[in-house]
């Protein structure tokens, strides 16, 4: 099974409509994240938590909330989802006393979930 | 603010070299890393350099770091199909909590017959 599962993988909504993608984690990490990616735009962060009780904005955090059930479940949501809001999303994972003190403080990063607002 | 930039394309004849470049602008910079995006998949690391090492090799990868002029490359020898990919360049500081990790916009790996 995968460190880092993201549900669903592929979704087709219309404007309007609220969408929750979720995001868990068998890792065991504290750190928990959102990425959008577009193409030519890369990856962008949206949202990041440090803990359950620790959640701050990305780059672009307008238009989503998220939700941060327990330290392994991380959620993203789109209250009111927009044609613009089309893309490829990613939860990813890191743990902060890992990174630069022992491993190399990479992200982990789940499959991706497409999303498509008509 | 910080910003990491690479291009966004390169084809490459199968069994050749392969050379990826990436520029980033923080000079606190502590850790460099290349992460591959396979067709469909998520980003895994592929490699990473400490900012005090000028070069790093592993297998057929081989990375390098010019600190003074902020640019990091990667080689991928004897470049195979199962190479295609889109490659990221990504830095950090982590010197304080909130530092992240900064991506570029990827380079699209292409290999020819």
């Known amino acids: 099974d995968a460190d880092v599962t993201q549900t669903p993988r592929n979704r087709i909504t219309k404007t309007g409509k609220r969408i929750m993608l979720e995001c868990s984690q068998t890792k065991g990490h504290d750190r928990m994240y959102w990425y959008r990616q577009d193409p030519g735009l890369g990856l962008r962060l949206i949202y990041y938590?440090?803990?359950?009780?620790?959640?701050n904005k990305g780059e672009i955090s307008d238009g989503y909330s998220v939700s941060r059930q327990a330290q392994a479940k991380f959620s993203l949501s789109l209250e009111s989802a927009i044609p613009n809001q089309t893309a490829l999303y990613f939860c990813?994972?890191?743990?902060?006393?890992?990174?630069?003190?022992?491993?190399?403080?990479?992200?982990?990063f789940g499959e991706g979930s497409r999303l498509t607002v008509l | 603010g910080e910003d990491v930039e690479q291009s966004l394309f390169l084809s490459v004849r199968e069994g050749d070299s392969s050379v990826i470049n990436c520029t980033y602008t923080d000079s606190s910079s502590t850790y460099l890393y290349w992460y591959k995006q396979e067709p469909g998949a998520g980003l895994q690391l592929l490699t990473y350099?400490?900012?005090?090492?000028d070069m790093k090799q592993d297998q057929r990868l081989t990375v390098l770091l010019n600190k003074k002029d902020k640019h990091l490359s990667l080689r991928i020898a004897d470049t195979q199909t199962g190479d295609s990919a889109i490659y990221f360049c990504?830095?950090?500081?982590?010197?304080?909590?909130?530092?992240?990790?900064?991506f570029g916009k990827g380079t699209r790996l292409h290999i020819l017959p």
């Open positions: 350099i400490f900012s005090n090492m």
């Open positions: 938590s440090f803990d359950v009780k620790d959640i």
């Open positions: 990504a830095e950090t500081t982590y010197m304080n909590r909130d530092d992240k990790i900064i």
């Open positions: 990813a994972t890191s743990d902060y006393y890992t990174s630069g003190l022992i491993g190399a403080g990479e992200l982990f």
